[in-house]
């Protein structure tokens, strides 16, 4: 009862807005040189679900998201959007576009039963994890399906990006029971020999 299990790792997803093409290319190639490899690439889709971001990001806002393929311990995430942050800063200042904020990089976890999103804004179904950032259950997958809850972002409702999702769901699965079978092997092979099999 007392003794606590360590979190599985999880997938990290970075979703990009961005004004046009240069710059969501531009941010696929930065967040591969500040994460990891990146193992799986959503399509582009335009983003017309809000006009909230047209004066920062411009009027044909693309939308894609990227999973990086090395697991991370779901403690990260508040550090991580630290990092995405100081990268959007970055970005603004070399791709010269004119235009406050070309580049929206936000990060998030996939599990086997969640997608979790993190933000810098408080709000009544959010929970402060650290660093001043918090954290959101975006979308549950529950009975084979990803499924929205009352206050999901309303471009999050959408198929194609449930479709994605499924992607890195099962990208994740597998890589989780890879890694079970590597340790299986590990500890056999630490066992002394008159205990072999």
Not at 1 to 11: C, G, H, S, Y
Request: with cysteine.
């Amino acid at each position: 009862m007392w003794k606590l299990k360590e979190p599985r790792p999880v997938k990290l997803i970075i979703g990009i807005l961005a004004a046009d093409r240069q710059c969501l290319f531009a941010a696929v190639e930065a967040i591969e040189n500040k994460f990891d490899k990146v193992d799986l690439v959503s399509d582009i889709w335009p983003f017309t679900q809000t006009n909230y971001y047209k004066d920062q990001t411009g009027p044909n806002i693309l939308r894609q998201f990227v999973a990086i393929e090395k697991l991370i311990h779901p403690g990260r995430l508040a550090k991580i959007k630290h990092k995405t942050n100081k990268m959007e800063q970055k970005l603004a200042a070399r791709l010269g576009v004119p235009l406050p904020r070309p580049v929206n990089l936000d990060p998030g976890l996939i599990e086997s039963s969640k997608l979790v999103l993190a933000t810098s804004k408080n709000y009544s179904h959010r929970i402060y994890i650290g660093k001043k950032m918090y954290a959101e259950v975006t979308l549950i997958f529950d009975k084979g399906y990803w499924r929205p809850l009352p206050y999901t972002y309303p471009d999050y409702r959408q198929q194609c990006y449930f479709d994605f999702f499924e992607q890195v769901r099962n990208q994740l699965l597998e890589q989780l029971r890879r890694r079970a079978r590597v340790r299986r092997i590990s500890r056999l092979l630490r066992l002394p020999t008159s205990s072999r099999p």
